[in-house]
């Protein structure tokens, strides 16, 4: 057993909010904090004038309301200081101390697919193994030097701005030379120009910025604001870029001069960044649309700036507004109008040289006592590649990210296993709020290993394809941009050498969630989860069951219905009555007729359900009941709501039931009456075969005998908890292996008595089709599973199955679920869900 479920790398926004949610999760977790203190970002970049250049209210937690309501933010643009004790306030709140270990570096983590853990070694000398890893070691924590030749000669003290001394540093009366003149550069130099006897800047590249018009916050504002919170945060959620910005939904190039003049004052009069580059639709799209906010922008340096040279040198030109992240200061250009502020321009005159006095460049000599750099960061991958990951087969993931990153979602990437990323390159991370883009990692990540950890799964893992496909997208989104366009950090151009890959994504945090969401709801499309029954893996996560579940497993309880295997099955037949009544009617279809085809072993009745006049396809249905119990007429009401559900025409087949006909009889008739429907009914539209519990292992055995006998050509292949094996050794039977969960493993093996009673047939591939030597080549599979159900990990394992053969499998958990709900239609509310799903996924693969 592995020491720990999850490793934590680093405890800034990211690492704090996972130990929170993983923990409360029920899992054991630790975080490894290379610095003293918890906050990351916040803990690191002291230097003066750091501050957030989002606001307070956007750029804090927001899964705690309590939290919420609690904290009071000072200014709209929180500094250094008070974003830290935010944080630190948030750890003792939630009591978080105990798993976060700080002063300890991780240096290596490796994976052993053997045990299928990762081996986590930090500098301290010690080993903890975990079964998942969470790398939250933060986008801008891997800090950046020039490597100026002379630097070490230089006989003052040096700086980098995100790794200021805590005690402070006091630059009066000294000469100070700053390099870098992005976000950070821009709100240091400031500070140090109110105490420096002299101040010279150096910039390669002029930037951007915007005033902020930071300001205390207005308790009645607060007041105010704090009752429409969760809605707020809402709209953040779906919104751009973590905060919901009020834009004029119009284009900047078909706005009037005037017009266009009048919203640009008023955001640039309000301050920020976000509100300014999304007033218009296209400001990020289209260089013209951009370059209306650019001017702008210019005007106003010009306007600040008393030395039309400087002014001008301080003019960007060289990329468009937005397309780096767009600085923001309330005193930044005035400052050049200081007698001891110096702007160098390095882009003409490059820096050659520190000498033990101060800076050269070629065209001059600066005498400095002190150097500030504030060059910023190797953006999104650094901090992982100076920590030697390996991953399936000791692959080094600097090695796998040698030509630039690749990650599915941002989240996870191939060949290695159980490790996930908060904000990784592809997510929308550092193109947002990233308080916003942390928590919905979190939650994500959270959700995922929760999953694999209550079912049985061992290994999580991105595959290469649905990586690939991906990466693709976000090259795509951001080059219908102009992203692309500007030598930033986000293509990793601050870095000599680092491939130049555009890593974040630019489609949207909203856009983003929903696709994460859906993935999550296909049961982790694009990974391959690996189930192993090995004992003793499981990490039990209690999962409740759904009340109206609850209620008819009440109802059967105080009736005191037998168990299954206690009857015969003509009682158990019988018995069935009393459920159909509880289920009561179907929706009403415009056509129901009964037919009878004709079989090889005689004739099959089957009821054709017709919602509308031209259906798009049909489906042939096979009800469940262990291939004992059932008929049409019982399964009427859930066949009738998977008709109107999908639009299309539904054939219900009543086969041959056991014991009186046993195994091949009922998948004999289940694919004769496929074939006739084939030829006989579906008139050459898709047709697509369905079915529940024992009628999911018929639909299962039907595409797999169609792909044997070639044909009839299946469009889906729809297994709601199907049985597709024989084997009852497993976790879901032991787990449910008891009455009140409508199906128990004595019932199972009853089941299976009656319909094989020689056992060597039970693992005949069309008795158990997870036993197939080939999977490829079946038809798309809809495969949904219950939670409280013995069929669950068999459903599982057929999914996995059908993935492992590059067949598209989507997957549907419902995880409050009992065996049986999708017939109890009227009673549990998740049966008309479920059917909505199933008929989209249908009316999908009937093309429409
Ligand atoms: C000056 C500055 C201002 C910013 N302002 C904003 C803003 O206004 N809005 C916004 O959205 N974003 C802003 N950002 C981006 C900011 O980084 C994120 O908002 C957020 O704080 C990131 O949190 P994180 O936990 O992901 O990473 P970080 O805060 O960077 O935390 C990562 C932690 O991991 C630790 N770590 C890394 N490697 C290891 C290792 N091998 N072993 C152990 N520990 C390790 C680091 O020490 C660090 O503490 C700003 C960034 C900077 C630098």
Redesign the pocket.
Known sequence: MADLDVVV????????YAVHALRSAGLTVRA????SG????????CYPG?????ESKD?SYSFSPELEQEWSWSER?PA?PEVLRYLNHVADRFGLWPDIQLD????AAIWDGETAEWTVR?DDRAERTARFCVM???????YQVPAFRGLDSFRGPWYH??RWPREGVDFTGLRVGLVGTG??GI?VAPEIAEVAERLYVFQRTANFAVPNRNAPVDPEFERVFKTGYREYREQARASLL?VPVAGTGRSARAEPPDELQRTYIERWQAGGGMPFLGAYTDVLIDRAANDTVAEFIRERIRETVRDPAVAELLCPTTYPVGAKRLCQSDDYFAMYNRPNVTLVDVRSDPIEEVTPDGLRTADGFYALDAIVFATG?DAMTG?LA??DIRGTDGLPLTEKWAAGPRAYLGVATAGFPNMFM??GPGSPS?L????VS?EQHVEWITDCIEHAVSHEYTCVEATSEAEKAWGEHVIEVAYSTLFPMADSWYVGANIPGKPRVFAPYIGGVGTYRARCDEVALAGYEGFVLTVSLAEGRRLAVSVSVNPQAQEVLDGRAAAGVPPTWEQTPEEVRAGFAPVKAMIGPGPAVASVRDIIIPGKAGEIPARVYSPAPDSPGTVVYYHGGGWVLGSVDDWDACVRTLAVAAGCDVVSIDYRLAPEHVFPAATDDAYDALVWVASSLAGGRPLVVAGDSAGGNLAAVSALRARDSSGPALALQVLIYPVTDHDLDRESYRQYDGREFILNKADMAWFWDHYTPDPAARSNPYASPLRASDMSGLPPAFVLTAEHDPLRDEGYAFADRLRAARVPVEHRHYGSQIHGFFTMVNVIDDADKAAAELGAAIRAAMGG
Request: glycine residues 14%; contains cysteine; charged residues 10%.
């Open positions: 790398v680093g405890a800034g926004f990211a690492g704090i490894f904090e290379a610095g918890i906050g990351g970002t916040w803990f690191w970049n750091a501050r957030c250049d989002v750029y643009y250094q300890t570096r991780v240096i930090t939250a070691a933060g986008c801008l924590s891997a701005t995100s976000s950070t709100q973590g960061f901090a100076r920590i908060v904000t550092v947002s709020n990233m308080v942390i």
